[in-house]
């Protein structure tokens, strides 16, 4: 399948799932718009790397998912804006009656509100192009809960229902919009929190993974990046133009149990 000549503008995309789905969308043929709010020259040297493997336009923008403007000035910046892909998250985990204010704050600015402002500013071009389609990579905690992230769960509940209003506002239109929600996909961020985990527990690599980490993941293994952009460029294809406004799951049957 291909997306040449599309393109692809995917937030929090310097590392983990946003740089996965990024590099299997430029693999599709798509050009891609990298982006995240540090704006150091290895952003761009990533962004002139992937150009050079898949052979596509690739660009780096810098621009803060926390702030309602810089979110709306990426898609400007971005020119085209075919495929948007709302990926950029942070995490906190603490009980409801000690969250940090400002830690609730930027998880509901960044993991859910950017998608509002990204969403508004994005669908006048897809309807000017034609054709657009809408990735919001929420979670499994889009669709069930864990104690102690309530800001994360309710960001990511919220991302889903969105997901839903928008797919239902584009529905006679040739635009979709569907989330993804992966479990646990094994990221840098996933990967550094391993060492600590195995001496807390006194476990080796296999055992803190299988008992600890993937503890609600049935499947036992971490999905990968791969899988969060291969699904990605298959709700960009023409074989799921009728599929809107879902939730797919890539968790390994964590929200089967
Ligand atoms: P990550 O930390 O590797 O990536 C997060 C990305 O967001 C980075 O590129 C970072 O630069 C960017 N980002 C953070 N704050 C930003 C801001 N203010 N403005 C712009 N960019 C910002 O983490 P990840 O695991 O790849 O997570 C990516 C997405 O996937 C998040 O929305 C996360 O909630 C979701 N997710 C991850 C997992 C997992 O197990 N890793 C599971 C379910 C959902």
């Not at 952003?43 to 050079?52: F, P, T, V, W």
Request: hydrophobic residues 45%; charged residues 20%; aromatic residues 6%.
């Amino acid at each position: 399948m291909s997306l040449q000549g599309k393109t692809a503008v995917i937030t929090g995309s310097n590392s983990g799932i946003g740089l996965g789905v990024a590099r299997e969308l430029a693999r599709a043929g798509a050009n891609v718009v990298l982006n995240s709010f540090t704006d150091r020259e290895e952003d761009h040297a990533l962004a002139g790397a992937l150009a050079r493997e898949f052979g596509v336009q690739a660009r780096y923008i810098q621009a803060d998912m926390s702030n309602g403007a810089d979110c709306r000035a990426l898609i400007e910046k971005a020119g085209a804006c075919d495929i948007l892909v709302n990926n950029a998250g942070i995490q906190h985990v603490s009980p409801i009656d000690e969250f940090p204010q400002d830690k609730w704050d930027a998880i509901i600015a960044i993991n859910m509100t950017s998608n509002f402002h990204t969403m508004a500013a994005a669908l006048p071009k897809m309807r000017a192009a034609g054709w657009g389609r809408i990735v919001n990579i929420a979670s499994a905690h889009g669709l069930t809960a864990s104690p102690f992230k309530s800001a994360y769960v309710a960001a990511k509940h919220g991302v889903v229902g969105m997901t839903k209003t928008v797919a239902l506002e584009t529905a006679e239109e040739p635009i979709t919009c569907n989330a993804i929600c992966p479990g646990y996909v094994l990221t840098p961020l996933v990967e550094a929190q391993i060492p600590d985990t195995m001496e807390k527990y006194n476990m080796g690599r296999e055992e803190v993974i299988k008992k600890v980490m993937l503890e609600r993941q049935p499947s036992r293994e971490f999905a990968t990046v791969e899988q969060m952009g291969g699904t990605a460029v298959f709700l960009c294809s023409d074989a799921a133009a009728q599929i809107t406004g879902t939730a797919i799951s890539v968790d390994g049957g964590w929200t089967a149990l």
